[in-house]
């Protein structure tokens, strides 16, 4: 292992420097993918990219890349780095920020220690990993994986009605190059944990060896506009209190299980929205999680069950579409072998687990061998301006991903 | 009684026209509380007014009167008909617009047949009885019977954060006359039933002597936002959960209570309303009506403690605030027999019954003998543009209008 270290105060500048391009008056930073503020975020990372003397590449679904290539490397595949840096709405400033900004601060400390890979390292920030404004999340990762056709996902329209392709153009980062035009010969992703375990079982580092799969449904209920004051109970169709039964359903299921199922209703509206009308339709999303793929499925078939049982009683037509839907992901077991190694020699115990959240790794996991490192997060707080993780952790994790890429990346003897 | 008819041709055409202004391509009319589209429903009236050679008044909160006061009529004071012609959105045509088209229509009859009345007679068409845009509902009439300040009514800021006053000024009908500057002898308000109990019982004709009350709150409901797939459910703070259980506890206490008891839910946000992220926020309504106060009450004290319960037990914080409450209307004796005798003298079989909904009659009742006059819904659908009254129904309310009107405002003997 080397005995470099990263340049702290660089790093926790820029993350606290990206941190405030875009943010609320009284909150977290909002860049969501393709907007004018989220090509705020990328001209300050891309200007990053050029101070370390890195080549910067945008491929055609806005993926940015910064590419060290020294001499001699150019005949392999790089080593690939990176996260993402567009967010939710009113976000945290660690979410993706912290893998893209530390990849980049590994690489920018090994050029300054004048370290020789045996092959290229690229860090990249992926496009619309967070999928608020457009669907599915993982975009940009997924189109590089070759999971989605790039046409397709450029004519995504978004929750403003907008088209990723145009938004993408606009803000110029089109880019010319095909998503997986430089294959990876292995990826990392360094990453907050945006839960609550290693913090509450005190580990301040993670080995993340799996990933939870995601199921991701819009559903519509039809039912019918009438009088509130007029109109019996009995002879409603409410669209709304449909909906409401949905969600009480999910969270009594999830609750009554002891299986790490999570789910989740986080937009919902009414039609005509009126205060003295009924419902007539009621739109929302559901969230399934879980890390086996069989309990997953079997989540999926209850809430069909259940739709089904709720139109009947409340006479109403329930449509559900699907959104996304990725199955558990497993990760390299050498990769994460070695990100355990690298925090042992730094005197740190690390934890084996599963990343509830979904992250670009899981797409890059599809054309290279692929692996997670998770700093903790404070009371498990993500997606919220509250986010948080210590000086001390972020450090300590950039420096694991900095010893695991001299490992991966060593002159063969 | 008289043996005069009114002009059912006129009356029907009249009601379709003005069903046709701010009509939605693929609905039916939405004409909210002083909009643009309102505006053009107003200029309509206005211009039938003239057309029937009534004077136009028009007072500070918008509500337009149709004035006759034949000669020696002057010092008594008027009998008053009307109802209002703002709608719900996507709308039917005769909520409203029926009773004043239909109170416009008789004093045109009763001009044209060369009928002389004691005192004078009036028809008025009351702003925003909807309450869709700005609340409470019923405001113009409220505020022509004292029951609000009309500085403080102008001062209403709506759901499209517009400023009522400002609004009726653009549009030009902030007029010059108090509220209240004509003292009504009588009050009746001709309407649809807005509910199936004429149709389903067989009635063409209800004499309303009573009418429910409504309690209309707001329901703000704050949690934490958080990653939705690294957040356990037993770590949340998911107010959507909170306000999807409040809906549905209201709905199963209603349909578990015997009683004419209602409640809705018509309008929901949550925020920051993102797929993957908890909700922190959710915004809601409630309108609840029962016929009975004491009920109407322990209604409203049943909510109040399961918001607590919720409360605690979701780990969220709940306000409510109260939007409208109008305790339940017992209407003038005298007058509902009168419509009683009307109808029988017309060979109708009419009902006795509540008012399901809120009219501007309730508020009116308060400085005047009031009393209403439904026709049948089909099916019960109002608010919605499948609302419908057959062409017999219409005509037959109408002439019972027409004859009340003669007995009240008959030349003494």
């Known amino acids: 292992m080397t005995s470099h270290s990263i340049n702290d105060a660089r790093l926790l500048n820029r993350l606290r420097a990206l941190g405030e391009i875009g943010r609320n008056p009284d909150g977290g930073p909002t860049r969501l993918a393709a907007s004018e503020t989220e090509k705020l975020g990328r001209d300050q990372f891309v200007a990053w990219l050029k101070e370390a003397d890195l080549d910067v590449a945008v491929d055609r679904i806005g993926n940015i890349f910064g590419v060290w290539k020294p001499q001699g490397t150019e005949s392999h595949d790089p080593l690939m780095l990176g996260s993402h840096i567009d967010t939710v709405i009113n976000a945290g400033i660690y979410d993706g920020c912290y893998g893209v900004l530390a990849g980049l601060e590994v690489i920018a400390t090994l050029r300054e220690v004048g370290f020789q890979p045996s092959r290229p ?3 990249g920030a992926f496009t619309n990993e967070e ?3 457009y669907a599915p999340d993982m975009m940009g990762s997924l189109v590089y994986a070759g999971g989605l056709d790039v046409e397709e996902a450029l ?9 990723l392709g145009e938004e993408l153009a606009a803000i110029g980062y089109a880019g010319s190059h095909e998503p997986g035009f430089m294959k990876p010969h292995a990826y990392i992703e360094l990453h907050i944990e945006q839960g609550p375990v290693l913090e509450r079982e005190g580990f301040p580092v993670g080995a993340v060896d799996s990933l939870q799969g995601i199921s991701w449904q819009q559903i519509i209920i039809d039912g019918d506009a009438n009088h509130a004051g007029t109109t019996p109970i009995t002879m409603r169709k409410d669209a709304g209190v449909a909906a409401a039964r949905v969600i009480t359903f999910l969270r009594e299921r999830a609750k009554a299980s002891n299986t790490p199922t999570v789910a989740t209703v986080g937009c919902i509206s009414f039609e005509p929205n009126a205060i003295n009308v009924i419902p007539s339709k009621a739109t929302f999303t559901i969230d399934l999680r879980d890390p ?3 309990r997953l499925l079997a989540e999926e078939a209850a809430l069909a069950d259940y739709l089904r049982t709720v139109a009947q009683e409340e ?3 329930i449509t559900a579409e699907r959104l996304a839907r990725f199955q558990p992901v497993k990760f390299d077991g050498e990769i994460v072998r070695t990100i355990e190694e690298a925090a042992l020699a730094r005197g740190l115990k690390s934890k084996r687990m599963t990343s509830g959240a979904g992250h670009d790794a899981q797409m890059i996991a599809r054309i290279a061998p692929a692996a997670m490192i998770f700093v903790p997060s404070v009371a498990g707080i993500s997606h ?4 948080f993780t210590s000086e001390t952790d972020l450090v300590a994790g950039a420096n694991i991903l900095l010893d695991v890429v001299c490992k991966l990346t060593a002159p063969r003897e």
């Open 121 to 123: 390292i690229v860090v």
């Open 131 to 133: 999928g608020v404004r």
């Open 155 to 163: 004519a995504t329209v978004g929750i403003d009605g907008s088209n």
């Open 292 to 294: 086996d793929e069989d």
């Open 315 to 317: 006479q109403v037509t």
């Open 384 to 387: 919220n301006p509250k986010e």
